[in-house]
């Protein structure tokens, strides 16, 4: 196996037993089971925890999916590309495109969880 197989499911796993627990500590509130004066942590910090993993989740997931089947994608593109009737020039500057999408994605990531944290 390799060793990005491995730690996409540890990541899942721990994913899954963050996000269960989440879920666990939202009802036990909501059923008046648990005290609201936990160190600030009510309703909306809970909700807000148990959504930012659970996306992070969905994430992974889809991830996942997206890697495994990137075979037949880039098969499928290459074809539609090489049969199509249209002659469109190969893209010269799609790695400085991909590269720049996928830095400020991560910088307006990063920036939006320290104001978070902040708040």
Same mark, same amino acid.
Do not use: Q
């Given at each position: 196996?390799?060793?990005?197989?491995?730690?996409?499911?540890?990541?899942?796993?721990?994913?899954?037993?963050?996000?269960?627990?989440?879920?666990?500590?939202?009802?036990?509130?909501?059923?008046?089971?648990?005290?609201?004066?936990?160190?600030?942590?009510?309703?909306?910090?809970?909700?807000?925890?148990?959504?930012?993993?659970?996306?992070?989740?969905?994430?992974? %997931?889809?991830?996942?999916?997206?890697?495994?089947?990137?075979?037949?994608?880039? %098969?499928?593109?290459?074809?539609?590309?090489?049969?199509?009737?249209?002659?469109?020039?190969?893209?010269?500057?799609?790695?400085?495109?991909?590269?720049?999408?996928?830095?400020?994605?991560?910088?307006?990531?990063?920036?939006?969880?320290?104001?978070?944290?902040?708040?």
């Amino acid at each position: 196996l390799r060793v990005s197989f491995l730690w996409s499911v540890g990541l899942f796993i721990v994913l899954l037993a963050i996000v269960l627990g989440s879920i666990w500590k939202l009802v036990r509130l909501l059923g008046g089971m648990a005290r609201n004066h936990s160190g600030g942590r009510g309703f909306i910090g809970r909700l807000s925890g148990l959504i930012f993993y659970g996306n992070a989740l969905v994430s992974l %997931l889809l991830t996942v999916r997206f890697v495994s089947s990137w075979a037949e994608l880039s %098969l499928a593109w290459t074809k539609a590309n090489t049969e199509s009737g249209l002659n469109l020039p190969p893209d010269i500057k799609i790695r400085k495109r991909v590269i720049f999408v996928t830095c400020f994605v991560t910088t307006c990531a990063c920036v939006e969880h320290m104001m978070s944290m902040m708040s």
